[in-house]
């Protein structure tokens, strides 16, 4: 079938072959520059997405937590309890050096018949005694 003459396609193939003179390949620096910069942006809209659900996340746990929680106790052996006091006799304890040079903090009106004050008293403490061993080494 014979092709007819169209106004239109002729226009057409002019715009073409004008295109094909005129088009030159891009180099490949700047398709790359291209590319980088597509990527910085990406990059950046996903960092500033990641701090915004950061953020709001924050922000809903402070508004839903009632108070702040207490601070944790360290993991340190506590004080020990004090050993129970013997039964007091009449008989008077030897007094050390330290007990006698120490200032009492309180003194008490109030004594009982025999003489003794009324508010338990705790004994000091004496550190423990070492024996050395007389063992000679080879």
Do not use: I, N, Y
Not at 59 to 84: D, F, I, N, Q, Y
């Amino acid at each position: 079938m014979p092709e007819s003459h169209d106004p239109l396609r002729s226009l057409f193939q002019e715009a073409a072959s004008t295109g094909r003179s005129r088009a030159h390949c891009v180099p490949v620096s700047a398709v790359t520059e291209r590319g980088d910069r597509a990527r910085r942006h990406r990059v950046a809209a996903l960092a500033a997405v990641a701090c915004l659900v950061f953020a709001g996340g924050t922000a809903a746990a402070v508004t839903l937590l009632p108070e702040r929680p207490h601070p944790s106790v360290p993991a340190t052996p506590g004080p020990s309890k004090p050993s129970p006091t013997p039964p007091r006799t009449g008989t008077p304890r030897p007094t050390s050096t330290a007990e006698s040079s120490a200032v009492p903090t309180s003194t008490s009106s109030r004594g009982t018949s025999d003489g003794t004050s009324a508010t338990p008293t705790q004994p000091p403490t004496q550190p423990p005694t070492t024996q050395l061993s007389s063992t000679r080494l080879p």
